[in-house]
């Protein structure tokens, strides 16, 4: 991938789409192609091949998907398979069908059997039932990398699929109906503390495990991989480190300067009781994650205060 390689970001206004751009323009990248949702609908097929025939880009990252926390995957299971599958079908075909010379496909850490042996390997893929909250989601994922070693193995296309841990970072959805647990957290702690609340509502049991990973660091990770990795296997992203959702909202809660106490509330999902990623392959390669979790979270909170809080906060 040269300086001036034309590259498309698909996604670019998203968590991971934004952080894989100000990764690429950091390493100096120039010739970035980005779309707005209103310019090109990635579920349209026809609009998507009219945008490679008329942008001919040479290399790709799908970071555009259809996303959400427990709760959004649940309730919009049509949405998730729907779009999903839509937006990464028409995606790569379009890029073989133009001669797209590397494409970097983004699954997820929840398109894993519920219950995996932990740490997760990759090869754990397809091994067992999935978690049912977010089935529709993980099997359109799981689709979108058979489709890219499909495509590999047919017509030598060069796709590289990365398996995320839960993202965190600048950008996330901090809208409570739809956003994952991180940035609810800081929300609601957030809320809590101005209003001077004694207690903040935690979703679950609390006792469910979580790996968290800062966006900079997927989108370096990211980087690193369409350089250096050209394989048909999936390849986990994480820090290879979970914490509980309570430890996780006690540290938030120190964050935030919440000093009130927490309520768990059974009666909504818990979800998969962990999914900790296996990160040998990754560090094989040379690359770990750098962010510490208490510094990324910190970093987070002064985002949402000086970007997000005014469209959240009444
Ligand atoms: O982040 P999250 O929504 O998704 O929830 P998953 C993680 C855990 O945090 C669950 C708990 O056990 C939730 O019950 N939790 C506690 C909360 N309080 C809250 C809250 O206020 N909001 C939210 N959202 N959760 C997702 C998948 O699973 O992981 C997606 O549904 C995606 O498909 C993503 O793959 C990475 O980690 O359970």
């Known amino acids: 991938m040269e300086r001036d390689s034309r590259i498309f970001v698909a996604g670019h206004r998203g968590l991971a789409g934004s952080a894989i751009c100000r990764r690429l323009a950091a390493a100096g990248y120039s010739n970035l192609i980005l779309r707005d949702r209103w310019q090109l609908d990635l579920r349209e097929a026809r609009a998507v091949a009219d945008f490679f025939a008329a942008e001919q880009p040479e290399y790709v990252f799908l970071a555009a998907a259809k996303v959400g926390g427990i709760l959004a995957n649940s309730s919009r299971p049509a949405e998730f398979i729907h ?50 909250t977010n089935e529709w989601y993980a099997v359109a994922k799981i689709a979108g990398i058979k ?28 809208d409570l109906a739809t956003s994952h647990v991180l940035p609810a957290l800081i929300r609601k702690f957030h809320a809590a503390k101005m209003a001077g609340d004694p207690e903040v509502v935690i979703w679950g049991t609390g006792s469910p495990r979580r790996e968290f990973l800062h966006v900079d660091d997927l989108a370096d990770a990211a980087l690193h991989l369409m350089l250096h990795y050209d394989d048909p296997e999936i390849i986990n992203v994480g820090t290879g480190e979970d914490i509980t959702i309570r430890e996780l909202a006690e540290l938030v809660a120190s964050i ?59």
């Not at 193995?153 to 901090?174: E, W």
């Not at 040998?280 to 979270?297: D, N, V, Y």
């Open 83 to 132: 779009d999903n599958l839509a937006i990464q079908t028409n995606t790569i075909e379009a890029a073989r069908r133009h001669g797209v010379k590397k494409f970097l496909f983004l699954g997820s850490s929840c398109i894993y059997p519920k219950f995996a042996p932990q740490p997760i390997r990759e090869d754990s893929l397809l091994s067992g039932p999935l978690e049912p």
């Open 147 to 174: 489709m890219a070693q499909a495509y590999r193995a047919q017509y030598g296309f060069r796709a590289i699929s990365l398996m995320p841990t839960n993202l965190y970072g600048p950008q996330d959805n901090f």
């Open 256 to 314: 935030v300067g919440f000093q009130g106490g927490l309520r768990f509330d059974p009666s909504k999902p818990d979800g998969t009781p962990r999914k900790l990623l296996d990160v040998t392959r990754l560090h094989s390669l040379g690359w770990r994650a750098r962010i510490p979790l208490r510094q990324g979270i910190a970093e987070t909170y002064q985002w949402f205060q000086s970007h997000a809080l005014e469209s959240v906060v009444k």
